[in-house]
T-cell receptor, first 114, second 113 residues
Framework: AQSVTQLDSQVPVFEEAPVELRCNYSSSVSVYLFWYVQYPNQGLQLLLKYLSGSTLVKGINGFEAEFNKSQTSFHLRKPSVHISDTAEYFCAVSEMGTGNQFYFGTGTSLTVIP | EPEVTQTPSHQVTQMGQEVILRCVPISNHLYFYWYRQILGQKVEFLVSFYNNEISEKSEIFDDQFSVERPDGSNFTLKIRSTKLEDSAMYFC???????????FGPGTRLLVL
């Protein structure tokens, strides 16, 4: 069965420090992978996506993620965070060829401390 | 930049009443979706819609739910007889390919009393 795990529910980090938000998934078929960000009282905004090709993908706001097929992971990273990065981050997965619904993780709340 | 819009932003209703949540997807997109997020929980898939019919739905999407594309721009979610547990944030999304990124609206916060 398809599942997405975000092990860290809350991640506090100081401003200008690096951060990694973890995402692991399970699936019996190949997948497409996404990260979304949700600012308070707003909708989900696409940060980045992996569909094919290079396993290192770059997104908006200086974020990047690396697809690791052997570890079934798609961790999100940023080398230096800003106060404005404080938000909820969701990892999402869709399965190739089996429909196009997204499966979401439970989210990671990133808090950047001044 | 084109975006998905949703109305209303907030809706309060009495248990048993019907509600219609409205969405305007991005204009050249052909695939439409509804998700919901109960407070403090993950975003859950409800239904996907393509070519004027449902292509996939979850267990949550029971007979109380229906979707419609009444014209060339709107995509609606109807809940016929709301229950307390329907209280959630409802997100509409659209995409231009079946497996590509989905673009989400800002959501409608539904509160059933």
């Amino acid at each position: 069965a398809q599942s997405v795990t975000q092990l860290d529910s809350q991640v506090p980090v100081f401003e200008e420090a690096p951060v990694e938000l973890r995402c692991n998934y399970s699936s019996s078929v190949s997948v497409y992978l996404f990260w979304y960000v949700q600012y308070p009282n707003q909708g989900l905004q696409l940060l980045l996506k992996y569909l094919s090709g290079s396993t290192l993908v770059k997104g908006i706001n200086g974020f990047e993620a690396e697809f690791n097929k052997s570890q079934t992971s798609f961790h999100l990273r940023k080398p230096s965070v800003h106060i404005s990065d404080t938000a909820e981050y969701f990892c999402a997965v869709s399965e190739m060829g089996t429909g196009n619904q997204f499966y979401f993780g439970t989210g990671t709340s990133l808090t950047v401390i001044p | 930049e084109p975006e998905v819009t949703q109305t209303p932003s907030h809706q309060v209703t009495q248990m048993g009443q019907e509600v219609i949540l409205r969405c305007v997807p991005i204009s050249n997109h052909l695939y439409f979706y509804w998700y919901r997020q109960i407070l403090g929980q993950k975003v859950e898939f409800l239904v996907s819609f393509y070519n004027n019919e449902i292509s996939e739905k979850s267990e949550i999407f029971d007979d109380q739910f229906s979707v419609e594309r009444p014209d060339g721009s709107n995509f609606t979610l109807k809940i016929r007889s709301t229950k307390l547990e329907d209280s959630a944030m409802y997100f509409c999304a659209s995409s231009d390919t079946p497996a590509g990124p989905q673009y989400f609206g800002p959501g409608t916060r539904l509160l059933v009393l």
